[in-house]
């Protein structure tokens, strides 16, 4: 298949079987897969053909771990060409257990260190603003257990008192945080000054709608999916 | 004279102005010193985001430079700055205050001896030692017209005159077989006093990553003494010292900070006083280096 086949959903799981050469998948990886393919399906303004476009969505994958179905999408919207998937983890394969951007055109960060991503994330959409790219929308998915890292809350504290309207965080909850989050994430997100919505993380059409809302204060999409 | 905060902050403020490229990234240290502008960024006090933002304005073309106290923008974030700068592979600037002991009287919160040999362990970093304010205006000129990741630390303790000239840079010539003493950045006037009636060769250095071990192998010619004298952690190069001269004999007496709790406060000089960085104590230590004779080759 060549690089710049575009591929549909159900295509999904023989790539994810090429890149780790399982039928079953684990779903540690699969926690996200929904969520990305509406991201890169409907929502991210990004073109294989142009990954340094000024003008195009950024998109920051926080959780680099469990990145199957990130390399999987990548490879179905012509970013990664399929016949990479299968060196997945090799010494010659740009293909990690955590993603590279230096070796992976059309990846924006480089993760696998927990609670990277936002803060990186809050520096772009201030960058943006200040070289005045009034389009451009900055997407950071963080995991519900990777929330653990203070990190993250610095950002987000930052974010919502600045109002950085061009941020939406996406969360992908599958209650894998040890100690939870009493109250629910999405309270915390209002909280420091966020608009917030919960979702079914499995739910395309609700994904899509969560991920298009903007307004003059950043976004925090939960997206629920099972443990 | 003014200080090398001093300069920093009009230097600063003028590039600003003058380069939409440079932003200044800040947790709350410094922003009573500047202006307030659109790309003067102060998280509060939150020093890992201060890195992450530098990175993400990085990735954005802009010109990061971020500041605080050493303790606070090298140590607190120094994953970040593994990170987020270095494996992102974007550019910053880094420019600290406090040094090794200029907060003598805040305590060991506020000191950072180790920063030089932390951000040594991390690849791709040029690091500036400034001795005098002009030499931080050299500095943080180049620094803000490249975009590859720079560290300068600045300090209270300076040097009477600047010394602007690129990599080791002689200042008083020994005789040929003499000790080739190496004074990075704010040591240098204390070193000078200590070996001035001494023969040996003294040499200054400001930035010391990339160590200029080219420049060292020349001065040492054959084999002989080398003084290194740090006003960071000592033996913070030595490993570089001895790569450079790793092919002919040698010895090594290196000066610096030493690795231990002083718990004491008062005043940065009774810290160099104390850490042997004086200039009785450097003649000391070098008198002490060169009354032991060298053990023959078996």
């Known amino acids: 298949m060549a690089a710049t086949t575009t591929l549909d959903y159900d295509d999904l799981p023989a790539l994810l079987t090429e890149l780790t050469g399982d039928e079953k998948h684990d779903r540690s990886a699969l926690s996200t897969l929904d969520v990305l393919w509406v991201l890169y399906d409907r929502v991210l303004r990004v073109d294989p053909r142009a990954t340094d476009d000024p003008e195009r969505d950024r998109f920051l994958l926080s959780k680099g771990h469990g990145p199957a179905a990130y390399y999987a999408v990548l490879a179905a919207k012509g970013f990664l060409a399929v016949d990479r998937l299968a060196g997945f983890g090799g010494f010659d394969s740009p293909l990690g257990y955590h993603p590279d951007h230096l070796l992976i055109p059309g990846v924006e960060i480089s993760s696998g260190s927990l609670g990277h991503g936002l803060p990186i994330a809050v520096g772009t959409s201030l960058g943006l603003e200040a070289r005045r790219r009034e389009r451009a929308r900055v997407f950071c998915l963080v995991g519900d257990a990777e929330l653990d890292e203070g990190s993250n809350w610095e950002a987000v504290q930052l974010a919502g008192r600045l109002g950085l309207g061009r941020l939406t965080a996406v969360v992908v909850d599958n209650h894998s945080s040890t100690y939870h989050w009493p109250g629910g994430i999405a309270a915390r997100f209002e909280l420091e000054g966020w608009s917030a919505a919960r979702v079914d993380g499995r739910d395309h059409e609700a994904l899509e709608r969560a991920l298009t809302t903007t307004g003059e204060r950043p976004h925090a999409v939960v997206a629920e999916v099972e443990r | ?298």
């Open chain 2, 1 to 298: 004279m003014t200080t090398m905060r001093k300069r920093f902050y009009e230097l600063a403020t003028r590039a600003l102005d003058d380069d939409p490229r440079t932003a200044i990234v800040l947790a709350e240290i410094g922003v009573s010193e500047l202006p307030r502008h659109e790309r003067v960024f102060n998280v509060g006090i939150r020093e890992q985001l201060m890195i992450g933002v530098a990175a993400g304005l990085a990735f954005e073309g802009l010109r990061p430079v971020v500041h605080s106290y050493a303790p606070f923008v090298v140590e607190r974030p120094y994953e970040q700055i593994k990170l987020d700068l270095g494996h992102q592979d974007v550019g910053a600037v880094l420019v600290s205050t406090g040094a090794s002991y200029d907060g003598a009287q805040s305590g060991r919160t506020h000191q950072s001896p180790g920063d030089v040999a932390l951000l040594s362990a991390l690849p791709g970093w040029t690091i500036h030692v400034p001795g005098h304010p002009d030499e931080l205006e050299d500095a943080l000129t180049g620094a803000l017209a490249g975009d590859d990741r720079i560290y300068i630390r600045m300090s209270e303790e300076s040097n009477a005159a600047p010394v602007r000239a690129d990599g080791l840079t002689v200042l008083r010539r020994g005789s040929p077989d003499a000790p080739v003493v190496v004074a990075v950045g704010p040591t240098l006037d204390e070193t000078l006093a200590a070996t001035s009636d001494l023969d040996a060769t003294v040499a200054y250095l400001a930035t010391v990553r990339p160590f200029d071990g080219d420049g060292l192998r020349g001065l040492v010619g054959a084999g002989g003494d080398v003084v290194l004298v740090e006003p960071y952690l000592a033996g913070t190069s030595a490993a570089e010292v001895a790569a450079a001269v790793a092919d002919r004999p040698h010895r090594l007496l290196a000066l610096g900070v030493a690795n231990v709790e002083l718990r004491r406060y008062g005043r940065g000089r009774d810290h160099r006083a104390a850490h042997g960085l004086d200039a009785a104590g450097i003649r000391r230590a070098f008198t002490g280096f060169l009354d032991k004779p060298a053990v023959a080759p078996l």
